[in-house]
């Protein structure tokens, strides 16, 4: 994948750049060798509703095409999630544009309402134009809860000329009061089922901890046992209890690690996008290191165990870096391509991870990515820094009914 890398943040005394973004070697082969195009993730829950409303409001107010853009993380660039009436050229000239307006105004897309001649905004765009197109009209789609939050915009282009006071405009805005409604209804819906299954987990916890604590007595009770049989010299009822011991033990070892690395989960139920930020913005708080956080996804939809393990994938690759690195800057990358989700963590340090079984948690991260279907790489060449990789294919169409 070689997408043009954005300038980074930097220290004062320091200047530093990304020369280009980390190779990404994913297993396309045979059927798979046309995998080098970027691909759209599969259309979820959002994609499918918003497809079907938008299609409903090109019928009822006669234009030619139209989409729907989400704003990214970022808070700069929007990205197509929803498109009718487009060709594939045109629709790949859409997909990604800027927030920013040069001509109308840097918050024009949050005001309100924008009518404007279609070649004009290509033209300021530097796409092609799009010729059986005349006019656009865009609509901000903004949060009901808090109409300061931008959630995207709403674009439907025309084959005549529009006004922002004529009967088209006015259907738009009505449409786009829906979408916006839609798109928080699918997220908050999200988020309450995100919550009501980690409580899900965390009642599974506490069963396993109190599981635990009777094995853990059981064991203790065995070790004064053994203690009695040794003074005595009682050989055989030594061994006895030692073997009851161990097996406690390692009853008691397995309810551990499941408690680790299944149950116990820090995930925000907004979801792990959300839940990445939050952690980048915890890292850039507690070390001197540049971290810039680039997500390419504008809604990324997938079940609770897979968010729980990339989370603690990318938490415990952050904190390698903090620790062992010695970098200045590192970035986090989550991008979508050839059907897989790609989570890289990468740093200019030192360079010196090492590949040996049981670094650097290694093990754990491994185990981690093989529960949902994936894979971990890492690069590390001295003086040249770290490079961890995370990818997975996307989950099949069916997996609400199988999570769920």
């Known amino acids: 994948m070689n997408k043009p890398m954005e300038w980074m943040d930097k220290p004062d005394n320091t200047a530093f750049f990304w020369t280009r973004d980390p190779e990404f070697a994913l297993p396309c082969t045979g059927e798979d060798a046309e995998c080098e195009a970027p691909q759209k993730p599969r259309a979820g829950d959002l994609d499918a509703l918003l497809n079907m409303y938008l299609d409903t409001a090109l019928g009822f107010i006669h234009a030619k095409a139209g989409v729907v853009r989400v704003l990214l993380p970022d808070e700069q660039t929007l990205q197509v999630i929803s498109a009718v009436g487009l060709s594939g050229e045109e629709l790949e000239a859409e997909r990604i544009v800027e927030l920013a307006c040069e001509e109308c105004g840097k918050d024009s897309f949050r005001l309100g309402i924008c009518v404007a001649d279609a070649d004009f905004c290509e033209t300021r765009n530097g796409s092609q134009p799009h010729r059986q197109f005349r006019s656009v009209i865009s609509i901000p789609l903004k949060s009901r809860k808090a109409p300061e939050i931008l959630l995207g915009v709403f674009t439907l282009f025309f084959d005549t000329p529009q006004s922002s006071s004529g009967n088209a405009a006015n259907m738009a805005v009505s449409f786009a009061e829906l979408l916006s409604g839609l798109i928080e209804h699918i997220k908050s819906s999200r988020e ?40 005595n010299n009682n050989g055989t009822m030594a061994a006895k209890y030692a073997d009851d011991i161990d097996e406690a033990l390692e009853i008691g070892q397995k309810a551990v690690r499941a408690l680790i690395t299944d149950f116990r989960s820090e995930m925000d139920p907004a979801g792990l996008l959300h839940a990445l930020q939050t952690l980048a913005g915890q890292f850039r708080r507690q070390h001197a290191i540049v971290l810039d956080c680039m997500i390419r996804i504008a809604d990324l939809d997938l079940p609770l165990e897979h968010e729980i393990q990339v989370y603690h994938i990318v938490r415990e690759a952050l904190s390698n870096i903090a620790k062992h690195s010695s970098a200045s800057h590192a970035r986090l990358i989550v991008d979508h391509l050839c059907g897989y989700y790609i989570f890289a963590v990468e740093d200019n340090g030192i360079g010196t991870f090492s590949q040996v079984e049981g670094h650097y948690g290694i093990i754990i991260m491994r185990e981690r990515a093989q529960r949902i ?32």
């Open 192 to 231: 309450t089922k995100r919550a009501e299954l980690l409580m899900e987990r965390q009642t599974i916890a506490n069963e396993i901890h109190d599981s635990l604590a009777q094995t853990l007595n059981y064991a203790r009770m065995n070790t004064k046992l053994l203690s009695d049989a040794v003074r």
């Open 373 to 404: 279907g994936g894979e971990i790489r890492v690069e590390s060449a001295k003086g040249l820094g770290t490079c961890v990789q995370l990818f997975f294919p996307e989950p099949g169409t069916n997996w609400r009914t199988v999570h769920d």
